[in-house]
Each structure stands twice: as structure tokens, then as C-alpha cells.
């Protein structure tokens, strides 16, 4: 059984910053990727970043140079370092986590419950 759980999603004026944390807890052999998505009402989730065990990071076209990812995903921990939000930034952020687990050790994707981020004019 693997969990995850997000923190440090609330409301703040455009221009502000917020940091979103996840941790990853449970049978967790490895973690070979975690990251960010997020999902705005009537919008598709899209990916935000992610970050793998090389440290190789992705982001979306729309946060580049505005939001940075770091992590230690041997101790199955993420963060997402939000700066200059805009209104747009608006959604559910859910944390995702590349996880292998007995019996197979493959990997497989898991995800947190999600944490509101809103954005204010």
C-alpha cells in the first residue's frame, strides 16, 4: 500500500509564492519519478513538472522559468517551488510518484489526493 500526501496549497494574491510538498509512504521498494499535475474546472489534468532519479526535470511550457521542482526521491519527497503565480495557476495540484512494490518490483504510478492552490487578481 502506497500513499501520498500533499501539503502547502492555499490562496495568495497573483505575484505571490507558494511551495507544494508531497511525501510518498508505504511499501516502497524505489522511486524512480515523482511530480506535479494539475487540474483547473473544466480543463484536462496536464503534467506541471517532474523530476527523476537522475535528477532530469520536465516542466510545462507555461511555468517554465517560474516554477521549480527538487527532490530526494530515495527518501520519497517532492517539492514544487511556485513563484510569480498568476490567476491561471488556479487548480487541484496532485503529486504523482513512479513507485516499485512487491511482488513484481515494476514500477507504477501513484497519486496523491490533490491540494488547492487559488490564485487572486
Known amino acids: 500500500q502506497v500513499q501520498l500526501v500533499e501539503s502547502g496549497g492555499g490562496l495568495v494574491q497573483a505575484g505571490g509564492s507558494l511551495t507544494l510538498s508531497c511525501a510518498a509512504s508505504?511499501?516502497?521498494?524505489?522511486?524512480?519519478?515523482m511530480g506535479w499535475h494539475r487540474q483547473a474546472p473544466g480543463n484536462q489534468r496536464e503534467l506541471v513538472a517532474a523530476i527523476t532519479r537522475s535528477g532530469s526535470t520536465n516542466y510545462a511550457d507555461s511555468v517554465k522559468g517560474r516554477f521549480t521542482i527538487s527532490g530526494d526521491l530515495a527518501k520519497n519527497t517532492v517539492s514544487l517551488q511556485m513563484n510569480s503565480l498568476k490567476p491561471e495557476d488556479t487548480a487541484v495540484y496532485y503529486c504523482y510518484a513512479g513507485v516499485a512494490t512487491p511482488p513484481t518490483w515494476k514500477y507504477d504510478n501513484y497519486w496523491g489526493q490533490g491540494t488547492q492552490v487559488t490564485v487572486s487578481s
Open positions: 508505504g511499501s516502497i521498494f524505489a522511486v524512480n519519478a
